[in-house]
């Protein structure tokens, strides 16, 4: 059977997108495995399917499946070109649109510039939301991990924007052990869904660098979760302003939240790099 597709990317943060409104199919998790290979299939960070509504307060349903083939929550960058594609394809033409996802309705515009806001609802910090294994909510966690063969104690701000992230401030985020930091630490059986792990380097209250070592993929060019779980972790423990340039390896993001009433919002790019069809 011949799957048609589409490969799209948000700064660089890549994705194969799939039309399960007009050709319904069911993958299983080798298939997807399969497929993320770079050398041996497509290539992809994620699989976005894109589904008819489950219900009447949405336009479509939104499922993420990471490049090891299990089903993951929230997407930021995947949200941006899931607007950029339904709209493309003559799928829809509301604006704003919303989507429903495993835990979530997410609200996505675009904008005249050709760049998509996405509503990505209000963190939570709750430990029982993230799942974190911790007595109480606290600002910042430490946790002990194994890294090069000895016990180092790691300080992290804890969240959820959906699906759960820590989120650590380095000095360089150049310099930061990125792979394996975040490999024993997404690891740590407090948290029993794995976590995302982002290292933030605070360069003013405006502007940070960000990088982010995602569960079942390894580290990205951009995570749009990542971004917002940093300035969201950043604006809890008054270190940064109510919006904030993130320059990730893929290029920029902008991400605002004010902590009161509002929803964490984020702006950024997303584009078609291909279409084509495999064989299955």
Known sequence: MK????????????????????????LNREQIR???DRHFGIGFDQLLQIEPPSSADVDFDYRIFNADGNEVEHCGNGARCFARFVHDRGLTDRNPIRVKTVKRVLELALQPDGQVTVDMGRPMFNPADIPLRASENALVYRRTVELDGQALEVEFSAL???????????????????????????AHPDFPEGVNVGFMEIENRS??????????VGETLACGTGACAAVAAGRSRDLLDESVVLSLTGGELRVSWNRETDPVMMTGPASTVFEGSIEL
Request: proline share 6%.
């Open 207 to 216: 502007r940070v660098k960000l990088r982010v070592f995602e569960r079942g």
């Open 160 to 186: 959820s924007m959906g699906n759960p992230h820590a989120v650590l401030i380095v000095e360089d985020v150049a310099r930061a052990p990125v792979e394996k930091l975040g490999m024993a630490l997404g």
């Open 34 to 36: 399969r497929l993320a």
């Open 3 to 26: 799957v048609p597709f589409t490969k799209m990317q948000g700064l660089g943060n890549d994705f194969m997108v799939l039309d399960l409104v007009t050709r319904p199919i069911r």
